[in-house]
């Protein structure tokens, strides 16, 4: 029989949970994102029909002629698209934000135990937080993947699909600047 100090017990259970946490992770990421794939073709799908509907629901609620009704709803897809937009760039933007928030601390917290309690110690955290993190990454992966996480991640693919093709592409142009003229209006003309 091998005896193992305590020690080297935890130092390996730390590293086969953080190699396992990693592959999970991994593996669960691969499925949603098939999921988003499945879901982003099926918002594809649907799309069209979105902008049919709500203007035949204009003509017939409201009385638009057809003209109107897809002015109209035209224009509620160019609202929708910039709503969509803003709302998707201030997400990725706090997702991201915490990302990196959580890679600082992990990191500055590993220095700081490296310092104060040596390499191996700070060996340890840093495999610790790791599988945290990776652990942290499967439960959301997870959540994707139940038919609720399923089903909203459908409901928001297909929005998107909805008003893709009226938001503004910014790749497109040379700058990501805009002309101060677009934005706000010309009150010279007030003046006269």
Not at 59 to 88: C, H, L, P, R, W
Not at 152 to 158: A, F, H, L, Y
Request: glycine share 10%; with cysteine.
């Amino acid at each position: 029989m091998v005896y193992v100090s305590s020690t080297t017990l935890v130092f390996l259970i730390v590293e086969v949970a953080q190699k396992v946490t990693h592959a999970a992770a991994g593996m669960t990421g691969w499925i949603a994102g098939k999921v988003g794939t499945a879901s982003m073709a099926v918002g594809r799908y649907l799309a069209p029909h979105i902008q049919e509907q709500g203007s035949k629901l204009l003509q017939k609620g409201f009385g638009y002629d057809n003209s109107k009704a897809n002015s109209t709803m035209e224009g509620a897809m160019t609202i929708a698209a910039g709503a969509v937009e803003g709302v998707s760039t201030v997400f990725d933007g706090l997702e991201t934000s915490a990302k990196i928030l959580g890679c600082s601390l992990s990191e500055n917290s590993v220095k700081i135990i490296e310092h104060k309690y040596g390499q191996q110690t700070g060996n340890l955290a840093s495999g610790t937080f790791d599988t945290v993190g990776n652990v942290f990454v499967v439960s959301q992966n997870v959540n994707y993947i139940t038919p609720k996480g399923i089903a909203k991640k459908m409901v928001k693919r297909t929005g998107e699909a909805a008003v893709s093709d009226y938001k503004r592409d910014l790749r497109k142009s040379k700058s990501h600047f805009i002309d101060a003229g677009a934005l706000y209006p010309d009150l010279r003309t007030l003046k006269e």
